[in-house]
């Protein structure tokens, strides 16, 4: 994956608060690796706290000036992406959220875009305190996505998972695929406390792989609103290979193997391995966000 080395990022979609110290705050499941894996199972590439019934802890305090200039700082072009990984997820956001606001566009509608917040160790959020053992997540209570940047390493080394610069924009393109469902209404669906290889919950999260995969179509012909040409000038596929990797690695029956030694499909909140490679790869392959309709 490479990106226009004179693109201009946009820092005001990420808010970095990496460094900042939540008092108090607290994420509380239950103990041991009956939490552990609850959060894991809930959480990895899922949405809010809620979900699992997460403390609010207490608030975040406002971040130091040098935490929240990180990214501000050094996160300028997309020479700056191409070389550093923050800099460079800055730059899969912007691309995404790119897409995203033409498409809508394209279709009569009009986007609100979605943060998303670097953070490291805890985060307070409106769906509640989240500690970074939960993973990425989106939260819909402020439309944010969240993201500890320490998970990327922990997909390769905990999951198995191949690694790469297409992986981490694959798990970011996920969450806003999440953003994308709650504008349209279909987030909401997931919310009925189901599980189970055909509950709503697992339907909601290969939609969000789907979509993930829309924009993984369009992402080299995305023009950037700076420059008008696309942030993002080549995919190969080794990097889409790469992204199929990380959706396989994160399917319930990897994770359930690997954590717990079984496999219950009845208890599944995100699909198999292979549902989720199936339905990245359907996206990419069409390009088209109604070929996305995991609940037909």
């Not at 995404?96 to 609100?112: H, I, K, L, P, V």
């Not at 979509?211 to 942030?231: C, F, I, L, Q």
Request: hydrophobic share 35%; aromatic share 10%.
């Amino acid at each position: 994956m490479q990106f226009d080395d004179n693109a201009d990022l946009d820092t005001s979609e990420v808010k970095d608060v990496r460094g900042s110290r939540i008092p108090g705050g607290r994420a509380t499941v239950g103990g041991g690796i009956i939490g552990f894996v609850a959060l894991l199972l809930g959480l990895f590439f899922g949405v809010g706290p809620e979900e699992l019934g997460l403390s609010s802890g207490d608030q975040e305090p406002a971040p130091s000036a040098s935490s929240v200039n990180q990214v501000q700082q050094s996160c300028r072009t997309g020479r700056d992406a191409n070389a550093r990984e923050d800099c460079r997820l800055v730059a899969v956001v912007n691309s995404t959220q790119d897409f995203w606001r033409q498409e809508f566009t394209r279709r009569g509608g009009a986007y609100t875009p979605a943060s998303t917040v670097f953070f490291t160790g805890r985060v307070n959020t409106a769906c509640g305190a989240a500690s970074s053992a939960v993973g990425p997540f989106y939260c819909p209570g402020d439309r944010q996505v969240y993201l500890d940047l320490g998970f990327f390493n922990d997909l390769r080394t905990k999951f198995g998972a191949s690694g790469g610069p297409f992986a981490q924009a694959y798990v970011v393109a996920h969450e806003y695929g999440h953003h994308i469902q709650n504008l349209t209404g279909t987030l909401q669906r997931a919310g009925d406390g189901q599980q189970g290889a055909n509950s709503n919950a697992v339907k909601v999260e290969l939609q969000a792989d789907c979509y993930a995969g829309v924009w993984a179509h369009h992402a080299t012909r995305t023009p950037d609103e700076s420059t008008g040409k696309p942030m993002i000038t080549s995919l190969t596929d080794q990097d889409i290979k790469d992204g199929l990797d990380a959706a396989a690695a994160v399917g319930d029956d990897r994770i359930q193997e690997k954590f717990q030694g079984r496999v219950t499909p009845e208890s599944w909140t995100h699909g198999s391995a292979r549902q989720r490679q199936e339905w990245f790869y359907q996206g990419y392959r069409t390009g088209d966000m109604a070929q996305c309709d995991t609940f037909r």
